[in-house]
Nanobody, 120 residues
């Protein structure tokens, strides 16, 4: 069984910073990719940032220059450093991982989501 556990969400003022963490555990052989998505009320879920084997990263244009994704391979963790937060960054942030399991299978897994609220 695979579990993604997120932490770091909360309430922050505009211009502030948060760091989200996601730890993957379970029958994991290796991680192909880890991503952060977010969903605001009334909007579709969008890919915010991703990191793949080899360390290549992607960040959405809407957060470029403000958000940084990184990983700790030894701990099966991924982080999202969010700086200069804006009210429009508010939403539920989800950790997603494409994993190679010890069974040999490959699957996509999701965390439970963590609320990020940017407000005065």
């Amino acid at each position: 069984q695979v579990q993604l556990v997120e932490s770091g969400g909360g309430l922050v003022q505009p211009g502030g910073s948060l760091r989200l963490s996601c730890a993957a555990s379970g029958s994991i052989f290796s991680i192909y990719a880890m991503n952060w998505y977010r969903q605001a009320p009334g909007k579709q879920r969008e890919l915010v940032a991703g990191i793949i084997t080899g360390g290549s990263t992607y960040v959405a244009d809407s957060v470029k220059g403000r958000f940084t994704i990184s990983r700790d391979n030894a701990k099966n963790m991924v982080y999202l450093q969010m700086n200069s937060l804006k009210p429009e960054d508010t939403g539920v942030y989800y950790c997603n991982a494409k994993l190679h399991l010890t069974t040999g299978a490959i699957g996509d897994y999701w965390g439970q989501g963590t609320q990020v609220t940017v407000s005065s």
